[in-house]
């Protein structure tokens, strides 16, 4: 049959998305990336947050409409929405023809014969059923690909419901990530993102301590990788042995996520995390300097229950502070089930909201003053297309990660002759909000 995967969420989900797909090319099935010329629409739900939740229920009302109309025969939910409100889901959409959980995508064939066959399916299977491993459909640009060194969470940080959702932390053993790895380097993949729910925490529970920095290295290793990017680092685990990995590894790119959610030590404690303004200033002074010309990314929540004023305000100063590379602000989702939904001292959602907007605007102003700076200096860029309308080509430097960061716009035509996922050097000469505008001045550039 014609399927289209629609996945929503993170790249960790969409890595389980990617492998549904390499099942579903197996099996026979034609793919195709548009719902309304497909037979068949399978979404891979996020339900982390209230606004994760909204998306994909307009997704799935989006598709309903697609049935009415005789487009699609069938849909199929499945993913962390699915797996977190079960037989909630199969009752809210009757007109969805398969809700199944994580541990029942690799059945995601069999389903579909089912519900061709005229039976509705419900199942859940045990979430530890979710494969570590198995093959992939690449969905993003040919050169680059996450690569999933775990699943789950064992953090148990007290507003997050992602070990209810995900089950705990289970590491994808070395050999079979490598094996992952090069098998992605043979496919063409140059620029490889390491991702997990915690990066930093990857192997602990096969071999007693952290492996991430042995990981990176073997990575390293692997022919045809220019670009090795790591995200999701928690502070706590960032330890002096990754620090000079990435320090000292020249395809390593010199960028690093680590969501601190806060610098108030009292609300960090009630979040279950560690750290407090002081030994998080300290970290990123020592990873300024032990790795000059680092891009910081991290991740802030407002509103969390019992942030007073003064937290809040200690926090735009942190920020203003440490003026970090890329910043994402997100107000407190109050998650059914977790520990902080039933604290004492809940902030109304308007001020979290607030309190949101504030800091993302004052992480634009300091964005566009770092942009600003750059004006002038050559880098590395890789290219990943060319606009008709906006006449330029379009790519990242090494300080922008996929899907999530900024743009490099390269004014031209399509006669320039670039391709996509060739590495350029550019000179930077303008920039726009968060993105930058620069020229080639150097063709492909040096390996």
């Keep these: ?24 090319r197996e099996e026979g099935h034609t793919l195709t990336v548009e719902p ?45 929405l699915a797996e977190r409100y079960q037989q909630e889901m199969a009752e809210q959409f009757p007109e969805v023809d398969a809700v199944i959980g994580l541990g029942d995508e690799v059945k995601l064939c069999d389903v579909i014969k089912r519900i061709a066959a005229g039976e509705r399916v419900v199942q ?18 040919p050169f680059f690909a996450y690569l999933k060194i775990a699943e789950g969470c ?29 098998w992605l380097a043979e496919s063409g993949v140059t620029e490889l993102v390491v991702v997990a729910q915690d990066t930093t925490r990857y192997g602990e529970d096969l071999y007693g301590v952290s492996r991430l920095p042995q990981l990176l290295r073997a990575l ?31 395809k390593i790119v010199k960028y690093l996520d680590v969501p601190i959610q806060h610098c108030s030590g009292s609300v960090l404690k009630a979040m279950r995390r560690s750290g407090d303004e002081e030994s998080l ?16 990314r991290t991740t802030l929540m407002t509103g969390f229950p019992g942030e007073t004023e003064e937290d809040f305000e200690a926090l735009s100063a942190f920020v203003e502070k440490m003026r970090f590379d890329r910043m994402g602000c997100f107000a407190y989702s109050e998650e059914e089930h977790t520990i902080a939904a039933s604290m004492p001292d809940q ?14 605007e004052q992480q634009m102003t300091i964005s566009a003053a770092l942009n600003e700076a750059r004006i002038g200096t050559v880098t590395e860029a890789v290219i ?23 743009k490099l716009f390269i004014p031209g035509t399509p006669a320039d002759g670039y391709r996509v996922g060739q590495y350029v050097t550019v000179e930077i000469f303008d920039m726009l909000d968060f993105d930058l505008i620069g020229e080639v001045i150097a063709g492909e550039s040096a390996e």
Excluded at 347 to 360: G, K, M, N, P, Y
């Design 1 to 24: 049959m014609i399927v289209s995967m629609v996945s929503l969420g993170c790249a960790k989900n969409l890595v389980d998305a990617e492998r549904m797909l390499h099942l579903l």
């Design 36 to 80: 309304g010329d497909a037979e068949i629409a399978v979404v891979n739900t996020c339900g982390f947050i209230q606004a994760a939740k909204e998306e994909a229920i307009e997704t799935i009302l989006e598709l309903v409409q697609l049935k009415a109309e005789g487009t699609l025969k069938h849909i199929i939910v499945t993913g962390c």
């Design 124 to 141: 859940f299977a045990p979430k530890q059923q979710l494969p570590l491993t198995g093959g992939r459909v690449i969905s993003t640009l």
């Design 154 to 182: 064992s953090n148990g940080c007290t507003y997050c419901a992602i070990p209810q959702i995900r089950g705990g932390y289970r590491s994808v053993p070395m050999e079979e990530v490598l094996k992952e790895a090069q």
């Design 220 to 250: 390293c290793q692997i022919e045809g990788f220019r670009w090795i990017r790591v995200l999701y680092c928690y502070p706590e685990r960032i330890s002096e042995e990754l620090i000079d990995v990435i320090a000292t590894e020249p």
């Design 281 to 296: 200033s300290r970290l990123f002074a020592a990873l300024r300097e032990r790795i000059p010309g680092i891009t910081l």
């Design 347 to 360: 902030v109304e959602e308007s001020v979290r909201q607030h309190r949101a907007e504030l800091l993302t």
């Design 384 to 406: 990943e297309g060319y606009d008709k309308w906006a006449e330029c080509w379009f790519g990242r430097t090494a300080a922008d990660a996929p899907d999530i960061d900024g």
